[in-house]
């Protein structure tokens, strides 16, 4: 990783000023049995000391003359990040969700590395969870799985490593050094910047002198791609879901990959298509549910910009904005829109301009950028994850589910695919979405739906529902 943070993960960084956004991503490893702990806490170390990042702490340069650094943190105590404990009774998979959603709604410690994980044994049936928390600012879910292959195992009897790799020198970084390191770095992007922009413009001056009529629009449409990243949005599509507040609900859903690879053969379209139309027909269910109308809504679309160059881990996606028809009964034609309109999302001229489009949103004032965030109505997000069965010192990995940030908006989807399992993770905010297991139904319907296009299928499960069910609130049942 660079010193410096990329514009795009400093925007994560700066925006949880206010708590309704922040970047906290919580996933949950479901393993047969508990770990080996010696070997899992050997492997621990050393994939922080292969990954630095994970060492790192974030220093603010005085009056923004850069964005945060990252420094090695010289006093890290893995022990401060690895937890382990307990389940508390009743021993059931609810317990480590309230443990994941207190994870989701609690700040981190800015002094410290920006990660824990607590690992939660003796769950009914010998059963244990590894609850994960990380900033957002530290990987995305492709990144996050390129990790995950230095904790995970294919061979269930692997042990802890041979040889433990250097560990990272620590970095003291006092405010006079860390401001002439500012300088220098704002100098040298400015003066690449420029050089770089020479070159484009000495090509651009040519391809315009050979092609003036298609330089012309695609100087245009350029323009006009960066508008619609950047454009404010002054108010929720949904009339409903229209508060925001602090307070998380997570829940669940299971629904199997062949299945709705079926589907989306059958429609024409991909996996991310079926996921999209089966949120689509669960959110248009919902406002039914409570007699609103509701023809399209807003959804931030995370488009990975990741490339085989990349470093392990780290955050390489662009959020991308648009409306997204939510009504059409016909769940082939629902699929067939989402195709097209993830298509044209992808397509954005703005993409490979995204680390300078938030260099420029830094620039403003919070409240600007907040207000654009919290009048979108939901995220949704699809992360391919492992086609095989891995283990975790020596314990089998059963599910794998994430919840990622609400980010100001109502709801966050992460649909995560796990050895032929997509779990899909649900992030609710409270105050926009009061009755949680109403959407979780609405939802399931949704995907129950989409699948009907497979023809046999394994139904949709909602794991811990009956548990959830006992102890909601009035207005939840």
């Known amino acids: 990783m660079d010193a410096f943070m990329r514009d795009s993960d400093a925007f994560s960084w700066y925006m949880e000023k206010d708590p309704i956004l922040r970047s906290t991503v919580v996933a949950v490893a479901w393993l047969e049995c508990s770990p080996d702990w010696d070997v899992f806490v050997a492997k621990l170390e050393q994939a922080t000391r292969l990954i630095p990042m994970f060492r790192q702490q974030v220093l603010e340069p005085p009056a923004r003359l850069a964005t945060p650094r990252w420094t090695v943190d010289g006093t890290f105590d893995l022990s401060w990040h690895l937890r382990r404990m307990d389940s508390p009774a009743p021993h059931t998979p609810s317990t480590v969700i309230a443990l994941a959603r207190i994870a989701a709604m609690t700040t981190f410690d800015r002094s410290r590395p920006l990660w824990e994980f607590t690992l939660v044994e003796h769950l009914e049936g010998g059963r244990a969870a590894l609850v994960m928390k990380v900033h957002h600012s530290l990987t995305d879910g492709l990144g996050g799985m390129q990790l995950a292959l230095l904790l995970f195992d294919i061979d269930p009897m692997a042990a802890a490593p041979d040889v433990e790799a250097a560990r990272p020198d620590g970095e003291h970084v006092g405010t006079g050094e860390l401001v002439r390191q500012s300088l220098t770095r704002d100098w040298e992007r400015f003066a690449g910047a420029v050089g770089h922009g020479a070159g484009i413009v000495a090509q651009s001056a040519v391809h315009a002198a050979r092609h003036p009529l298609t330089s012309m629009n695609e100087v245009v449409e350029t323009a006009m791609s960066i508008g619609r990243t950047v454009a404010p949005v002054r108010a929720t599509l949904s009339p409903l879901m229209t508060e925001r507040g602090l307070d998380r609900r997570l829940h669940m859903l299971e629904v199997g990959l062949a299945d709705l690879k079926r589907a989306a053969g059958a429609a024409g379209g991909t996996v991310n298509d079926c996921f999209m139309a089966a949120v689509a027909g669960g959110f248009h269910r919902y406002h039914q549910q409570h007699g609103v109308a509701a023809e399209r809504l807003r959804v931030t679309l995370p488009i990975s910009i990741r490339t085989p160059e990349d470093p392990i881990g780290g955050n390489r996606i662009t959020l991308i904005r648009f409306a997204l028809p939510i009504s059409d009964p016909d769940p082939v034609s629902r699929i067939k829109d989402m195709n097209r309109l993830c298509l044209m999302a992808r397509a954005e001229r703005s ?92 939802l399931r319907e949704g995907f129950e739906e989409i699948l009907t296009l497979a023809g046999d299928h394994v139904p949709v499960q909602v794991p811990m529902r009956e548990v959830l069910k006992a102890a909601a609130p009035r207005s939840e049942l």
Not at 409 to 423: E, I, R
């Open 351 to 442: 993409l490979p301009l995204t680390n300078v489009i938030a260099g420029v949103l830094n620039m403003l004032p919070r409240g600007t950028v907040g207000s654009m965030l919290k009048h979108v109505d939901f995220v949704a997000s699809d992360v391919p994850g492992f086609s095989f069965p891995v283990h975790l010192a020596g314990a089998r990995l059963e599910r794998y589910v994430a919840f990622g940030p609400t980010i100001g908006s109502a709801v966050n989807l992460t649909l995560l695919s796990y050895n032929g399992v997509c779990c899909v993770g649900v992030t609710i905010d409270t105050a926009a979405v009061p009755d949680a297991l109403v959407l979780i139904e609405c």
